[in-house]
């Protein structure tokens, strides 16, 4: 995934871009990195490796050392950004979040025009720097931006950091979000909607769809007005927002909590407790305890002092270990209970089934699933989500494809995209059975869009029913 701010300040921004962009660490655990521009000094940037620590920590020095009155930041659980280019356009920063699927065809028409591009350590081109080059093939900053929406399949949202201001591009589908804030000093561009409160800001506006302004210390002006349609990405309410956080207007903790209410008046289990697996899952448990009647515990707690974000080990081997280390059991609590648990998804079902032993080995009686989304049966198309992974690895298509005997048609995966069919039950029973639960209730796909609020036609859906 990944997560950007920018702050344009009549004084130094850069006290505000620091933590701005440290409110995004729960969306990247890759890379991060912040350009600056002042009058006197010109263009400042810094890139960080952050896998084994947290955003503060690599960037002090910088918080202290740079300068600047412009600036843009991020964090990446990809590529290194942001990337400083200089061009006919001068030199400008840009950092961006998003999914290009037709990249290879992009760079392939771009460079017949004699242009390079360097190669990252896997052998793929940094897609900011693609971006960039796509700008770069218009006479001026808006016609580029628009080139890009144009012909990017996937999604794009971005900021660009120039002498004169800062650029902010939201998706053409509005997939990502960008809200903007003001203060006297000041304004900010960002992707969580809460990284600016604590800065003494207050919400500005939200962009809208394809919408483009450019931000100054002295105001933000639209430069292409927003579209109508809309396909805000549904699972940045159901996992990747912060609690704390709202899209267009509707905030992710009410969501969660509509959703475990939703889940308890579809249910007929009585658990002893209802717990969430922490972090994204408490909301939408304490929607279900508070339904349902049945009492709120917390079973397990995440250790965090020494684990402030996803560390994975070099071994391949000892990941399912280590993901699993951060949950510590507390026995009284699950000694003889009947414990109804609540994630926000499935996706491979590895670390949930191992949860579920542990559990299991700590005394629980019976272990009820019932995650907040419906089965994941597509990968994503728009958006580089590091929870998401090939179909074939998701345990839905697995179990299907065992049920079925083989790969299946689109006609009858979506069969298992209705909760009424029988087909869809199958599957259901079949994983509930593999992953070693009591019993296993998956969100409906009507029920999740009615606990966001907004119109079903706004909002992506594609990795639960395939629908663009």
């Given at each position: 995934m990944g997560g950007f701010f920018a702050a344009a300040s009549k004084e130094d921004c850069v006290f505000d871009l620091f933590f701005g962009v440290d409110y995004h660490s729960h969306l990247g655990t890759r890379r991060a990195g912040m350009a600056v521009y002042s009058e006197e000094d010109g263009f400042d940037k810094a890139i960080h490796n952050i896998e084994n620590a947290p955003f503060r920590?690599?960037?002090?020095?910088?918080?202290?050392?740079?300068?600047?009155?412009?600036?843009?930041?991020?964090?990446?659980?990809?590529?290194?950004?942001?990337?400083?280019?200089?061009?006919?356009?001068?030199?400008f920063a840009i950092t961006t979040v998003g999914k290009i699927n037709n990249a290879d065809k992009i760079v392939d028409d771009i460079i017949k025009s004699n242009t390079h591009f360097f190669e990252m350590q896997n052998g793929d081109i940094n897609p900011t720097e693609l971006v960039a080059a796509i700008i770069n093939q218009k006479e001026n900053f808006i016609d580029g931006i628009r080139y890009v929406q144009e012909i990017v399949d996937g999604s794009l949202s971005m900021l660009i950091l120039t002498p004169k201001g800062i650029y902010c591009a939201r998706d053409k589908m509005g997939r990502t979000p960008i809200v903007i804030g003001e203060k006297e000093d000041g304004y900010c561009a960002s992707f969580e909607s809460f990284a600016f409160l604590n800065l003494g800001y207050t919400s500005y506006k939200e962009l809208g769809p394809g919408e483009v302004v450019v931000m100054t210390a002295d105001g933000v002006k639209t430069l292409v007005a927003p579209g109508k349609d809309m396909k805000i990405c549904?699972?940045?309410?159901?996992?990747?927002?912060?609690?704390?956080?709202?899209?267009?207007?509707?905030?992710?903790?009410?969501?969660?909590?509509?959703?475990?209410?939703?889940?308890?008046?579809?249910?007929?289990?009585?658990?002893?407790?209802?717990?969430?697996?922490?972090?994204?899952?408490?909301?939408?448990?304490?929607?279900?305890?508070?339904?349902?009647?049945?009492?709120?515990?917390?079973?397990?707690?995440?250790?965090?002092?020494?684990?402030?974000?996803?560390?994975?080990?070099?071994?391949?081997?000892?990941?399912?270990?280590?993901?699993?280390?951060?949950?510590?059991?507390?026995?009284?609590?699950?000694?003889?209970?009947?414990?109804l648990l609540i994630?926000?998804?499935?996706?491979?079902?590895?670390?949930?089934?191992?949860?579920?032993?542990?559990?299991?080995?700590?005394?629980?009686?019976?272990?009820?699933?019932?995650?907040?989304?419906?089965?994941?049966?597509?990968?994503?198309?728009?958006?580089?989500?590091?929870?998401?992974?090939?179909?074939?690895e998701l345990i839905t298509r697995r179990v299907i494809n065992e049920l079925e005997g083989g790969d299946v048609d689109d006609a009858t995966l979506k069969e298992y995209t209705n909760p009424d069919s029988e087909k869809y039950q199958k599957m259901v029973d079949k994983i509930c059975e593999e992953l070693h639960f009591t019993s296993l209730r998956y969100h409906r796909l009507d029920d999740m869009i009615e606990s966001v609020g907004i119109g079903a036609e706004k909002l992506c859906t594609y990795c639960w029913n395939g629908e663009e």
């Open positions: 920590t690599k960037f002090t020095k910088e918080s202290n050392e740079m300068h600047g009155t412009l600036g843009i930041g991020c964090i990446s659980d990809f590529e290194a950004q942001p990337i400083l280019v200089r061009s006919h356009h001068g030199t549904t699972f940045l309410w159901i996992y990747y927002g912060y609690p704390s956080s709202s899209y267009e207007g509707i905030s992710v903790e009410k969501m969660r909590y509509n959703c475990g209410k939703a889940l308890a008046k579809r249910d007929n289990v009585k658990p002893d407790i209802v717990a969430g697996i922490p972090d994204s899952g408490i909301a939408h448990a304490i929607g279900y305890s508070n339904e349902s009647g049945i009492p709120y515990s917390r079973p397990f707690v995440k250790y965090t002092p020494t684990w402030p974000r996803s560390f994975m080990p070099t071994h391949q081997s000892k990941r399912n270990l280590i993901a699993k280390m951060k949950l510590i059991p507390i026995n009284d609590l699950i000694d003889g209970q009947s414990l994630d926000d998804s499935i996706v491979r079902g590895t670390q949930l089934r191992e949860t579920t032993e542990f559990l299991y080995a700590n005394g629980a009686k019976e272990v009820h699933i019932r995650p907040a989304c419906p089965p994941l049966l597509f990968g994503c198309k728009y958006l580089n989500f590091s929870r998401s992974t090939s179909e074939m």
